[in-house]
Nanobody, 121 residues
Framework: QVQLVESGGGLMQPGGSLRLSCTAS????????MGWYRQAPGKERELVAV???????NYADSVAGRFTISRDNAKNMVFLQMNSLKPEDTAVYYC???????????????WGRGTQVTVSS
């Protein structure tokens, strides 16, 4: 099995910063793309940022220039540095990862359980 565990969420004032971390563990041969998604109350889950195994990144327009995604391939970790936080960033943040468990090139997507980020004064 593969487990993804997020950490680093919490309450922050507008304009502040938070850094989210996500660790993938278990039966992992390699990881492909890793990403962060978020879901606000009453809204659908949306992509925040994604990073490939080679380091290419893509961001939602709403966070571009404020958030930075990065990863540590050796530790199967992905990070999300969130700066200039806004109240509309309030959501549960989920990480996901495309994992090859066998080395045969078949990737399956796994999800963490989420971490709450609340931006409020």
């Amino acid at each position: 099995q593969v487990q993804l565990v997020e950490s680093g969420g919490g309450l922050m004032q507008p304009g502040g910063s938070l850094r989210l971390s996500c660790t993938a563990s278990g039966s992992i041969f390699s990881t492909g793309a890793m990403g962060w998604y978020r879901q606000a109350p009453g809204k659908e889950r949306e992509l925040v940022a994604v990073i490939t195994s080679g380091g290419s990144t893509n961001y939602a327009d709403s966070v571009a220039g404020r958030f930075t995604i990065s990863r540590d391939n050796a530790k199967n970790m992905v990070f999300l540095q969130m700066n200039s936080l806004k109240p509309e960033d309030t959501a549960v943040y989920y990480c996901n990862a495309d994992v090859d468990r066998s080395g045969l090139g078949y990737h399956y997507t796994y999800w963490g359980r989420g971490t709450q980020v609340t931006v409020s004064s």
